[in-house]
Antibody, heavy 116, light 105 residues
Framework: EVQLLESGGGLVQPGGSLRLSCAASGFSFRTYAMSWVRQAPGRGLEWVSVIYSDDSGTSYADSVKGRFTISRDKSKNTLYLQMNSLRAEDTAVYYC?????????WGQGTMVTVSS | DIQMTQSPSSVSASVGDRVTITCRASQGISNWLAWYQQKPGKAPKLLIFAASSLQRGVPSRFSGSGSGTDFTLTISSLQPEDCATYYC?????????FGQGTRLE
């Protein structure tokens, strides 16, 4: 079964850090570009970051550039999002997804709440 | 950045109705346009890719059309399970952007 399973969300204080993980199974993880997309409570979808299949490059939304880092471990079939200097406006459900110009496969999401 | 504008923001329809949602890009994106369906508390689900290609497993009552800057998602005969929020997304260039969503009731 094709599956993406996020973990690592939780409550963190402003200025804090959190690392999200996304475990992939049921498909050839190493051949896919992978991405993070977030959704603030009651709001629409916002693309966050992407890492290419050959790890040749990454891209970030301006809202997270310099604070978030996307990476992957192909030996563990796992995608990561290191989030530093968190702000209240980063509060959202974070989804990982495969990316091929579209987001084909989605995880169930993990909630990140930034609050004191 | 490419802005994606959906209309309407919300629509109310009845079972069996034909429903059309439009998405306009602020600049040409060829056919790099996708549509997603999202139900409350769930992850989005890909419906249409490359503007008009139906994702495997998606009912044929869903269809997409358009190229360049103007796109449409059509549900030919609305079913109760189609109540959801629909988003368009451009994959032409970074940053990837979504429309603001259309709530279908």
């Amino acid at each position: 079964e094709v599956q993406l399973l996020e973990s690592g969300g939780g409550l963190v204080q402003p200025g804090g850090s959190l690392r999200l993980s996304c475990a992939a199974s049921g498909f050839s993880f190493r051949t896919y570009a992978m991405s993070w997309v977030r959704q603030a409570p009651g709001r629409g979808l916002e693309w966050v970051s992407v890492i290419y299949s050959d790890d040749s490059g990454t891209s970030y939304a301006d809202s997270v550039k310099g604070r978030f880092t996307i990476s992957r471990d192909k030996s563990k079939n796992t995608l990561y999002l290191q989030m530093n200097s968190l702000r209240a406006e980063d509060t959202a459900v974070y989804y990982c997804a495969t990316y091929r110009r579209t987001f084909d496969i989605w995880g169930q999401g993990t909630m990140v709440t930034v609050s004191s | 950045d490419i802005q994606m504008t959906q209309s309407p923001s919300s629509v109310s329809a009845s079972v069996g109705d034909r429903v059309t949602i439009t998405c306009r890009a602020s600049q040409g994106i060829s056919n790099w346009l996708a549509w997603y369906q999202q139900k409350p508390g769930k992850a989005p689900k890909l419906l249409i890719f490359a503007a008009s290609s139906l994702q495997r497993g998606v009912p044929s009552r869903f269809s997409g059309s358009g190229s360049g800057t103007d796109f449409t998602l059509t549900i030919s005969s609305l079913q109760p399970e189609d109540c959801a929020t629909y988003y368009c997304q451009q994959g032409n260039s970074f940053p990837i952007t979504f429309g603001q969503g259309t709530r279908l009731e």
